[in-house]
C-alpha cells in the first residue's frame, strides 16, 4: 500500500495544529506515553457509586465495550503507522497506539476480575465486539492497494469520530461527581485515568485522519455511522448488565428515573452536552482541542494512585 500523496512533506500539518488548550492554560507540549497500571477490584462492589445502581451499571457498560475497540485502534493505527512520513506525528501515534493498548489491558481486566466475579458473564457480548470489530471493521486484505488505502482511510476517520466522544467522555470524567458520592475509589480512578489520557491524547486521532486523507465529506460520513452504532452498543450493553444484575427488578419507567437522577447528582454525563458537542463536530473549522483540559489531564494523571504506581 503506498503512502498517502502529501505524505513525503516533512510536518504537511504542524501548521494547522491549534494550542493544546484553547482555554488559555496551556501547559506546553506534552509527549504521550502508556501508563502500566494495575488495580485490585477484589473489594469493589457492582454498584459501586453508592445509591445509585443503574448509573453504575450504565457506566460499567464501558468495560465490555472498550477492550475490542481499544484494540481496533491499535490494530488500524499499526496498518497506518509504516505510511507516516512525518516524524512527529509518527512519534504522536506509538505513543497513542501504547496508551490505547493499555486501556484495552485493564479493562479487560475488570471484565473477569470483577463484572464475572459478581455474577454478570462478559461472553456472549463479548463475542459480538469481536465479531464487529474484527470482522466487520478489520482490515481489508483483498482488492487493489488502491482500494485498500481508502479502506485505511475510512477506518481512521471512523476512529477520529469515535475518539470526539471518548474526549468528551473523558472531559466528564475528570469534572463529574464521582468523588463527593462517594464512589468506589479504584473504579474511579480507572475511569478517570482513562478519561485524562483521552483527553491528552484528543487531537492525536484527528490529525492521523487529515494526513491520510482530509475531508469534510469523509468527516460528516464517519460521524453519521459511529453516532447510532455508539448508541446502539451501549444501550444493548446496558440492557445486557441489567438483565443479568439479579439484584435490581426495575421497570422501565424505573430506569430511566434512575438514569434521570444519575445525571442530576452529576453522575453521569448530560445528553444536552453530548448532543451539542455531537452538532460541533459538523462545524468546518472545528478542531478536538476544544474539548476538555490538557492541563487538567496533565495534573490528575500525576497524582493518580494508578499512574503513580506505575511510575
Known amino acids: 500500500m503506498s503512502a498517502p500523496a502529501h505524505a513525503d512533506h516533512p510536518h504537511p500539518i504542524s501548521d494547522a495544529r491549534e494550542p493544546r488548550d484553547l482555554d488559555g492554560s496551556d501547559p506546553g507540549p506534552v509527549e504521550l506515553h502508556a501508563r502500566n497500571v494495575t488495580f485490585d477490584w477484589?473489594?469493589?462492589?457492582?454498584?459501586?457509586?453508592?445509591?445509585?445502581?443503574?448509573p453504575?451499571?450504565?457506566?460499567?457498560?464501558?468495560?465490555?465495550?472498550?477492550?475490542?475497540?481499544?484494540?481496533?485502534?491499535?490494530?488500524?493505527?499499526?496498518?497506518?503507522?509504516?505510511?507516516?512520513?512525518?516524524?512527529?506525528?509518527?512519534a504522536t501515534m506509538r505513543g497513542f497506539i501504547g496508551q490505547e493498548a493499555m486501556h484495552a489491558e485493564a479493562h479487560d481486566h475488570v471484565l473477569w476480575e470483577f463484572l464475572d466475579h459478581h455474577g454478570i458473564d462478559p461472553r456472549p457480548y463479548l463475542r459480538q465486539m469481536e465479531w464487529i470489530f474484527r470482522k466487520v471493521l478489520g482490515p481489508m486484505h483483498g482488492g487493489s492497494p488502491k482500494a485498500r488505502q481508502k479502506h485505511l482511510i475510512e477506518r481512521l476517520w471512523l476512529i477520529a469520530a469515535l475518539e470526539h466522544y471518548t474526549a468528551i467522555l473523558g472531559d466528564f470524567a475528570l469534572n463529574n461527581a464521582w468523588v463527593e458520592s462517594g464512589a468506589d475509589p479504584g473504579m474511579t480512578d480507572l475511569f478517570t485515568w482513562h478519561g485524562a489520557e483521552e483527553v491528552e491524547h484528543r487531537a492525536v486521532a484527528h490529525e492521523v485522519a487529515i494526513y491520510f486523507g482530509d475531508g469534510y465529506l469523509r468527516r460528516g460520513r464517519a460521524m453519521l455511522v459511529a453516532l447510532p452504532v455508539l448508541l446502539l452498543l451501549l444501550n444493548r450493553g446496558f440492557r445486557f448488565i441489567m438483565k443479568q444484575d439479579t439484584s435490581l427488578s426495575y421497570n422501565y419507567f424505573q430506569r430511566q428515573y434512575h438514569y434521570f437522577r444519575g445525571v442530576h447528582a452529576g453522575v453521569l454525563p448530560k445528553m444536552r452536552k453530548i448532543?451539542?458537542?455531537t452538532f460541533s463536530y459538523?462545524?468546518?473549522g472545528f478542531h478536538p482541542n476544544e474539548i476538555g483540559s490538557t492541563a487538567q489531564a496533565v495534573a490528575y494523571l500525576a497524582a493518580s494512585p494508578a499512574a503513580r504506581n506505575a511510575g
Open 282 to 284: 459538523f462545524r468546518p
Open 42 to 54: 477484589s473489594d469493589t462492589p457492582l454498584h459501586w457509586i453508592p445509591d445509585h445502581p443503574v
Open 275 to 277: 448532543i451539542l458537542a
Open 56 to 90: 453504575s451499571n450504565f457506566i460499567s457498560v464501558l468495560n465490555l465495550l472498550l477492550p475490542e475497540g481499544e484494540r481496533w485502534f491499535v490494530q488500524t493505527y499499526n496498518e497506518a503507522l509504516p505510511l507516516v512520513a512525518d516524524d512527529e506525528l509518527a
